[in-house]
């Protein structure tokens, strides 16, 4: 094996020049499944929060459809890493909080109209607390045991 060239060992070893650097910030938020809450496949965005929505969260996030953060003031954070994920914020790894509010501590950035947001710490873990089952019933309906339906 040949050994590669100064300049070109110097170059993968600098940091990129796009990186940005994050912002910190306390978020407050619910955690999404982004596929039908952008979508619209499971209805309309105030149909697929909350408890009504929660078993098709937990599916899309099994699946791995990362998740995001739904603040108070209808903005959307892609969570690119959760605390405690050492790979990232899709999969299973996050199922334990699907549908929760939670309170966290980490880095914002914005790049062409998105918000990202990476969760370097959960300060509170406060549950399903966005109880939609009144509005929505269960979402997706094929979730509702058989013998419940009639």
Not at 114 to 135: P, R, S
Request: proline share 6%; with cysteine.
């Amino acid at each position: 094996m040949r050994p590669l060239p100064l300049v070109l060992t110097a170059l993968l070893m600098a940091p990129p020049a796009f990186a940005a650097s994050g912002e910190r910030i306390q978020i407050t938020g619910e955690v999404i499944d982004t596929w039908c809450y952008f979508s619209g496949v499971m209805g309309p965005t105030d149909a697929v929060v909350g408890s009504a929505h929660h078993t098709c969260a937990l599916w899309c996030s099994a699946g791995g459809i990362p998740v995001g953060l739904l603040a108070p003031d209808g903005t959307v954070y892609m969570v690119l890493k959760m605390e405690g994920d050492a790979d990232n914020a899709g999969g299973d790894t996050n199922l334990h909080i699907a549908s929760h509010t939670i309170e966290a501590d980490g880095l914002h950035y914005t790049r062409d109209g998105l918000n990202y947001l990476i969760v370097e710490t959960i300060t509170a873990d406060l549950d399903i607390i966005n109880q939609t089952h009144d509005d929505f019933g269960v979402i997706p309906g094929f979730a509702i045991p058989e013998e419940a339906a009639q």
